[in-house]
C-alpha cells in the first residue's frame, strides 16, 4: 500500500488521524470523527487553528465558551452545502452529536491573528462548476483565501462519476510567488455509492514520487508534493474535502506543461 494512503479505521471514535509528525511536513493536520448520538469530542486547539467541517450529520458546539448550538444539515457530503466552524489557535471547543456524526478536524499553525471564533453556514457557501465535458466537478469553497484565517485553506469538490477532477495536473510545491505557492494537502474520499472506488495519482515531473492509488469510501490521500490528479469511475460519483496550508496562505499552481492543451480544447 501507499506510504501516502491513509485508511481509515473500522468502528467509530477518530477514525483517520494525520499530523505534520505522521505525514512527514510541517503544516498540515486532518482527523476524522465518526460519532453516535450522544457522543462528544472535545479537544483544545492549542498552537493550531481549526476548522470543524460537518460531513454529514448533526451536533451541538461550543467553542470559546459559546454555545453556538446545534448545527448540521446533511446527512451525506452528496447532499448540499455543510456547515462548518472556525476555532482559532488556543481554543476550546467539543461537538456532541445529535445524530449520527461525520466530524472532520482540519488543522494548520495558528499565527496569533486574534480571529475570533465564527460559524460558515451554508448559506455563505458559493458552488462553482469548473471545467467542461468529463471534466466537469462542482466545488464548494468552505475556507478560501478571501476569508479570514491564519493559514487553513479549506474546500470540498463532487467528481460526478465517468469524470477527472483536479485535471490538467497541476501542482502546488515550490515557495515561489507570484507564480506558485508552496501547499501541502489532504485529500479525504467517499464514494457514492458506497461501495465504489476511484484513482488518484501523486507524481512529481522527475517521477521521483509517482504513486497511483485506488481510493475507496473513507481514505486519505496526502499530497507533499507535485501534481495529484483524479478520475471517479463510472456509476460512482466521488466526494472530498481538501485541506491546504503552508508558508503563505494563497493558491497559487503550476499546471503540467505536458497537457496545458486541454485547457484550450
Not at 454529514?56 to 448540499?80: C, I, N, T
Request: charged content about 20%; some cysteine; glycine content about 12%.
Amino acid at each position: 500500500m501507499s506510504k501516502l494512503l491513509v485508511k481509515a479505521k473500522d468502528g467509530g471514535g477518530r477514525v483517520a488521524h494525520v499530523t505534520p509528525q505522521s505525514a512527514g511536513w510541517g503544516y498540515v493536520g486532518f482527523d476524522l470523527h465518526r460519532l453516535t448520538p450522544g457522543e462528544t469530542v472535545a479537544e483544545s486547539s492549542g498552537s493550531r487553528e481549526v476548522c470543524l467541517v460537518f460531513v454529514s450529520g448533526k451536533g451541538r458546539v461550543h467553542a470559546g465558551g459559546q454555545d453556538l448550538g446545534v448545527l448540521g444539515e446533511r446527512m451525506s457530503p452528496f447532499e448540499g452545502k455543510p456547515w462548518s466552524v472556525y476555532v482559532p489557535q488556543d481554543t476550546e471547543w467539543s461537538v456532541e452529536a445529535g445524530t449520527d456524526l461525520e466530524l472532520a478536524v482540519c488543522s494548520a499553525p495558528g499565527l496569533g491573528g486574534g480571529l475570533p471564533v465564527r460559524v460558515i453556514a451554508p448559506k455563505d457557501l458559493h458552488e462553482e462548476l469548473r471545467g467542461k465535458g468529463t471534466n466537469t466537478r462542482y466545488v464548494t469553497n468552505i475556507l478560501p483565501e478571501g476569508e479570514p484565517a491564519d493559514s487553513l485553506l479549506v474546500v470540498e469538490v463532487i467528481t460526478p462519476g465517468g469524470h477527472t477532477s483536479s485535471y490538467p495536473p497541476h501542482k502546488h510545491d515550490q515557495d515561489n510567488l507570484p507564480a506558485e505557492s508552496y501547499l501541502e494537502e489532504t485529500y479525504y474520499h467517499r464514494l457514492n455509492p458506497p461501495q465504489g472506488f476511484a484513482f488518484q495519482r501523486v507524481y512529481t515531473d522527475d517521477r521521483s514520487l509517482d504513486e497511483t492509488m485506488a481510493v475507496e469510501d473513507g481514505d486519505v490521500v496526502m499530497v507533499p508534493k507535485g501534481y495529484h490528479p483524479c478520475a471517479a469511475c463510472h456509476g460512482y460519483d466521488l466526494w472530498y474535502l481538501n485541506v491546504m496550508a503552508g508558508p503563505k496562505r494563497t493558491w497559487k499552481f503550476h499546471n503540467a506543461t505536458e497537457h496545458e492543451w486541454l485547457l484550450k480544447a
